[in-house]
């Protein structure tokens, strides 16, 4: 069984969206090994034909640049990205994605590939930064919703568990 066939028969099902890369940062990776259906259903577009290309799809005018250089440099050191950035669906349609991307690494501690939960945020009114709970809430899947076990990961936590 592959990593990919592995992780497939967990989260196929499950309502975050979930999209796993190979470990090339460098374009034209990352590559899209494996999306589910609700990857698809965020991103509005086919989860089996995004395999081959890179996320970079979704990025467009109001994605900021200074997000992804933090996105890439955070890939390079090898830890978790977590953050919002703003991405466009097939129909051109703009939304707020919360990402959480984490390499996965084998026993000697080598990047095997990057796997990445998302969900849609929305601005929550007169939230400044910093204020308790954040200034986006998810739109999509709340935390009460979140399977137990991406909880004990720290999904979408201000600080991972792991
Ligand atoms: C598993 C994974 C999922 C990603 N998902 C997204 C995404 O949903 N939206 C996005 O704009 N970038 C996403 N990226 C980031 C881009 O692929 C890329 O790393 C980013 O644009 C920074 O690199 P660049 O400066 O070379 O473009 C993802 C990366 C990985 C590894």
């Known amino acids: ?3 990919v066939e592995w992780i497939k028969a967990f989260v196929h099902d499950i309502s975050v969206g979930i999209v796993v890369t190979d470990a090339a940062i460098e374009r034209p990776g990352p590559i899209i090994l494996y999306a589910n259906p609700a990857f698809g259903q ?4 086919d989860p089996v034909e995004i395999v ?10 109001e994605t900021r640049r200074e997000t992804l250089d933090a ?9 978790r990205f ?12 703009k ?3 919360q990402i959480d991307c984490r390499p996965l690494r084998d026993a000697e501690g080598g990047i095997q590939a990057f796997i990445s939960f998302e969900r849609e945020v929305v601005r929550r009114v007169g939230r400044p930064a910093g204020s308790s709970g954040g200034r986006y809430g998810p739109s999509s899947i709340s935390n009460d919703l979140l ?3 991406l909880r004990d990961l720290g999904v979408f936590a201000a600080t991972a568990s792991e």
């Open 147 to 149: 399977p137990g076990a």
């Open 82 to 93: 977590h953050g919002y950035v703003t991405n466009y669906r097939g129909n051109g349609a």
């Open 1 to 3: 069984m592959t990593i």
């Open 71 to 79: 996105f890439h440099r955070t890939l390079s050191s090898g830890e």
């Open 52 to 61: 081959g290309q890179s996320p970079r799809f979704m990025q467009g005018k």
């Open 42 to 45: 965020l991103v509005g577009r």
């Open 95 to 97: 939304y707020r994605a």
